[in-house]
């Protein structure tokens, strides 16, 4: 498959907050930056600092550095959203306008208590649908509740379908995997899945590369920006996540593989690197690369189908 008029896609790189990059976070920016520098995209920057209180203060600069101290670089300012909270609240208003959306006074322990099936071995439980058509508006929620309301949207019983330029065809029916989502939090927030869309929409993303782990997120977003009328459907790249030797998503307990602990330890950003684009295919052992080398070299059809792997060996290569 090969990505429409390539020339003028636009893409993101969109970190969140709410704790420092690390390596597997940092392997994905890159496969999202050599494609964009090899395609001639255009990059933007977007921080995802909505998910308070998950975010950290320091988080966002830190991001930043870290990514220029790798020659990860972007083409505008940088776009935050917690600036853009009028944009969200108008989207929630059209999907309320059309009822697509309704108040959910549920919390996490009524979803259970309901009997929702966790869904897969990521705690995401199935919503059943206990407050669809119960209340005429939130103000009404809240007073026979007493609860706070958020705000969910429904979702078809129709599987969403789409062609991932990496994943290949994916076929998500978000009936079974999710149910009706949260699109506002009951603190009046936006939710991740809705604040995405309303800004890639806003701002032209039409060419999306992030992780795997968010391939259903991209079906909520597709549904979500179909209701909306937002356009065509941006074209996605999901690539498998970094994992360690144990095949978990890598995390605190593989180690720490902050990028800003190398950075301190002394570790140069051609040994990061090399160690990355050996991850994405190039050779068959880590040496030190640079960012031109690797734009020149980095061929997707090379990145490795399967998650890589953060062992010992990888350790050593950038501390030894
Ligand atoms: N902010 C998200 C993350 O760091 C990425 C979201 C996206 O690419 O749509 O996982």
């Known amino acids: 498959m090969t990505d429409s008029d390539a020339s003028t896609h636009i893409t993101r790189l969109a970190p969140s907050p709410t ?116 209340y005429a508006s939130v103000r009404e929620a809240e007073q026979l509740t007493g609860r706070p309301a958020a705000w969910r949207v429904r979702v078809d019983s129709a599987p969403i379908v789409f062609d991932d330029h990496f994943a290949g065809r994916c076929e998500i029916n978000l009936a079974e995997t999710c149910g009706d989502f949260v699109i506002f939090r009951n603190e009046g927030l936006a939710g991740y899945q809705l604040a995405v869309v309303v800004d890639d929409a806003h701002e032209g993303v039409d060419a999306i590369v992030r992780g795997d782990d968010l391939l259903e997120s991209a079906a909520r977003q597709i549904h979500l920006r179909r209701l909306l009328a937002l356009g065509p459907e941006p074209e996605y790249w999901h690539v498998p996540l970094v994992t360690g030797a144990d095949g978990r998503r890598l995390a605190k307990r593989h180690g720490d593989t902050r990028l800003s602990h190398y950075r301190q330890m002394g570790v140069s950003p051609r ?42 060996a990888c350790e050593s290569f950038l501390t030894s």
């Open 19 to 134: 704790g420092a990059l690390h390596l597997g976070n940092a392997r994905t920016f890159l496969v999202n930056y050599l494609l964009a520098r090899q395609r001639h995209w255009r990059i933007l920057m977007r921080m995802e600092d909505l998910d308070s209180p998950r975010v950290k203060p320091w988080a966002a600069q830190q991001a930043i550095d870290d990514l220029q101290w790798l020659s990860i670089a972007w083409d505008s300012t940088v776009a935050k959203q917690s600036d853009r909270g009028e944009a969200y609240r108008c989207a929630l208003d059209e999907l309320i306008e059309s009822s697509d959306a309704y108040p959910c006074v549920c919390s996490r322990k009524d979803i259970q208590q309901a009997g929702a099936a966790p869904h897969r071995d990521d705690h995401i439980t199935v919503y059943p649908g206990s407050c669809r058509g119960k």
């Open 271 to 312: 040994r990061i690197l090399g160690l990355l684009g050996f991850w994405c295919g190039l050779g068959d052992e880590p040496r030190e690369m640079d960012m031109s080398e690797l734009i020149e070299t980095f061929d997707l059809s090379g990145l490795p189908g399967a998650p890589v792997i953060f062992d010992d």
